[in-house]
């Protein structure tokens, strides 16, 4: 095979020294994004745009388009022998995938469609997904050999279902954005090296729970409103798309802090949004990206997560904001 028979993706994870191994999973994943895509575009059309009538573990109602996309994945990841096993923010247990190779040693977890509640809304959503690889292969993979596998996250991305369809990946060296063209259903290269700017006046974060804060984050986000009559010495913006996804993209684009916190809240103390599927891929996204990413106050990339579909604080982005930030819960 000739580099002029290799698509944009697979060129550029090979400049990455990714394995064949990791490359072909990742190819995988994201040709089932290309699926998922067909689904969202068609949703409104075929009348799947609602809700399906069920709950997730998580104790949210579930979309139509949530399950859709769920089998896409596992479906389509079916033949891909190398992956032991599958974590679904719509599957309360691990997918042990009965035909895996075995020396099978990658876990992909994977959010499969973020920002669901954007969904009738015509809002922007995406797909999360981290490659964790095990140590070693195991006869009878289960949920704790993930659990350990969580700091060895080998690869990291989302897509994006929005005006265009834009993937985000990284390997661990750089981060690179891909567009999708729809007409030869593959992603071409945008950038390939996304940055995130020290320096931002942007912040995210859903302030209808001001309420439910720390004092240290009610000062933070007081501040930012000051503008340039207060300590920040700036004014700042602030945006909140309700999907991740697109909050996230936005750091890349032009840096800022993206925010879900913990809150005094029953059930909201580690805040919304998961650790294997949407915490952990952000976070090695946007440190790759040389911003920062923690749980309230540590770093994110070393948690230790108890359970697979676990809660985390979440807070990402360009460094001078999240040490802004950080100064404030330790002071
Ligand atoms: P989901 O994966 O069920 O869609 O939930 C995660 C989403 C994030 O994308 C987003 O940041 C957050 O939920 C928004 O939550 P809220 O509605 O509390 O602002
Ligand atoms: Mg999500």
Same mark, same amino acid.
């Given at each position: 095979?000739?580099?002029?028979?290799?698509?944009?993706?697979?060129?550029?994870?090979?400049?990455?020294?990714?394995?064949?191994?990791?490359?072909?999973?990742?190819? /995988?994943?994201?040709?089932? @994004?290309?699926?998922?895509?067909?689904?969202?575009?068609? $949703?409104a059309l075929n009348g799947t745009n609602g809700s399906s009538g069920t709950i997730n573990v998580q104790g949210e109602e579930q979309k139509e388009l949530d399950i859709l996309t769920h089998d896409i994945v596992v479906k389509y990841l079916d033949e891909f022998n190398q992956i032991a096993a599958l974590v679904s923010e719509?599957?309360?247990?691990?997918?042990?995938?009965?035909?895996?190779? *075995?020396?099978?040693?990658?876990?992909?977890?994977?959010?499969?469609?973020?920002?669901?509640?954007?969904?009738?809304?015509?809002?922007?959503?995406?797909t999360i997904f981290s490659i964790l690889e095990l140590d070693q292969p195991k006869d009878k993979i289960d949920t704790d050999d993930v659990l350990a596998a969580a700091n060895n996250q080998v690869a990291a991305g989302y897509v994006i279902y929005g005006p265009a369809t834009i993937l985000v990946v990284s390997t661990g060296?750089?981060?690179?954005?891909?567009?999708?063209?729809?007409?030869? #259903? !593959?992603?071409?290269?945008?950038? &390939?090296? +996304?940055?995130?700017?020290?320096?931002?006046?942007?912040?995210?974060?859903?302030?209808?729970?001001?309420?439910?804060?720390?004092?240290?984050?009610? &000062?933070?986000?007081?501040? @930012?409103?000051?503008?340039?009559?207060?300590? #920040?010495? *700036?004014? @700042?913006?602030?945006?909140?798309?309700?999907?991740? %996804?697109?909050?996230?993209? !936005?750091?890349?684009?032009?840096?800022?802090?993206?925010?879900?916190?913990?809150?005094? #809240?029953?059930?909201?103390?580690?805040? *919304?949004?998961?650790?294997?599927?949407?915490?952990?891929?952000? $976070?090695?996204?946007?440190?790759?990206?040389? /911003?920062?990413?923690?749980?309230?106050?540590? !770093?994110?990339?070393?948690?230790?997560?108890?359970?697979?579909?676990? #809660? %985390?604080?979440?807070?990402?982005?360009?460094?001078?904001?999240?040490?802004?930030? +950080?100064?404030?819960?330790?002071?």
């Amino acid at each position: 095979m000739n580099a002029s028979s290799l698509n944009d993706l697979t060129l550029w994870l090979q400049s990455q020294s990714a394995s064949t191994e990791l490359i072909t999973i990742i190819g /995988g994943f994201v040709a089932s @994004c290309i699926h998922i895509d067909d689904a969202v575009q068609t $949703a409104a059309l075929n009348g799947t745009n609602g809700s399906s009538g069920t709950i997730n573990v998580q104790g949210e109602e579930q979309k139509e388009l949530d399950i859709l996309t769920h089998d896409i994945v596992v479906k389509y990841l079916d033949e891909f022998n190398q992956i032991a096993a599958l974590v679904s923010e719509e599957s309360e247990h691990l997918i042990v995938k009965p035909t895996a190779d *075995k020396d099978a040693k990658f876990v992909i977890c994977f959010d499969p469609l973020d920002g669901s509640s954007n969904i009738e809304t015509n809002g922007v959503i995406g797909t999360i997904f981290s490659i964790l690889e095990l140590d070693q292969p195991k006869d009878k993979i289960d949920t704790d050999d993930v659990l350990a596998a969580a700091n060895n996250q080998v690869a990291a991305g989302y897509v994006i279902y929005g005006p265009a369809t834009i993937l985000v990946v990284s390997t661990g060296k750089s981060v690179a954005s891909f567009v999708l063209d729809k007409q030869n #259903r !593959r992603f071409v290269a945008e950038k &390939t090296e +996304l940055s995130i700017v020290p320096v931002a006046a942007e912040y995210a974060i859903n302030t209808a729970y001001t309420r439910f804060w720390e004092p240290a984050l009610a &000062t933070y986000v007081e501040q @930012c409103n000051l503008g340039k009559n207060g300590p #920040r010495k *700036k004014d @700042c913006g602030m945006r909140w798309m309700g999907a991740m %996804v697109s909050d996230v993209h !936005r750091l890349f684009i032009r840096g800022g802090i993206f925010i879900y916190p913990g809150m005094d #809240r029953p059930g909201a103390e580690n805040g *919304k949004l998961r650790f294997l599927y949407e915490a952990n891929p952000m $976070a090695m996204l946007v440190e790759v990206a040389g /911003g920062k990413a923690l749980t309230r106050t540590k !770093r994110m990339l070393q948690h230790v997560p108890d359970n697979i579909h676990q #809660r %985390v604080p979440v807070v990402l982005g360009s460094c001078e904001e999240v040490d802004e930030l +950080l100064a404030l819960y330790s002071s």
